[in-house]
Nanobody, 126 residues
C-alpha cells in the first residue's frame, strides 16, 4: 500500500528555516504530482505547494511565495519543502500527499490528492 512519511518539523523562531521531507513508498513515485498541505487549529486544510510528476513545474500558495521551495528527488522517492523566513502564521500541521499522474494541469487542486501522510508539526514562535 502507499505510505507517506513526513519528517523535519519542529519549533523554530520567526525568521528561521526548516526543511520538511516526505518519503514515499508503495507506488511509482515519479509518475505522480506531490503536494504539501497544512492545517492550523480551527482552520481548514490548505495547499502550500505542489510539484508536478517531473519536477518541471511548481505551484505555491500566495502566502508562501518567495519563502518556500518545493523540490523532489525521484531517485529517492522523496519530496522536500524548504521553508525560509518563517512566520508565526506558518504554524500548522504539515502534510504531504500524492496527486494526479502525468499532468501539468491543475495538479495543485486538493481534490486530486488521494494518499496522505500522518503530518508533522511546525511551530513558529514570535
Amino acid at each position: 500500500q502507499v505510505q507517506l512519511v513526513e519528517s523535519g518539523g519542529g519549533l523554530v523562531q520567526a525568521g528561521g528555516s526548516l526543511r520538511l521531507s516526505c518519503a514515499a513508498s508503495g507506488r511509482t513515485f515519479s509518475r505522480y504530482a506531490m503536494g504539501w498541505f497544512r492545517q492550523a487549529p480551527g482552520k481548514e486544510r490548505e495547499i502550500v505547494a505542489a510539484i508536478n510528476w517531473s519536477g518541471g513545474s511548481t505551484y505555491y500558495a500566495d502566502s508562501v511565495k518567495g519563502r518556500f521551495t518545493i523540490s523532489r528527488d525521484n531517485a529517492k522517492n522523496t519530496v522536500y519543502l524548504l521553508m525560509n523566513s518563517l512566520k508565526p502564521e506558518d504554524t500548522a500541521v504539515y502534510y504531504c500527499a500524492t496527486g494526479p499522474a502525468y499532468t501539468n494541469n491543475y495538479y495543485w487542486a486538493a481534490d486530486r490528492y488521494d494518499y496522505w501522510g500522518q503530518g508533522t508539526q511546525v511551530t513558529v514562535s514570535s
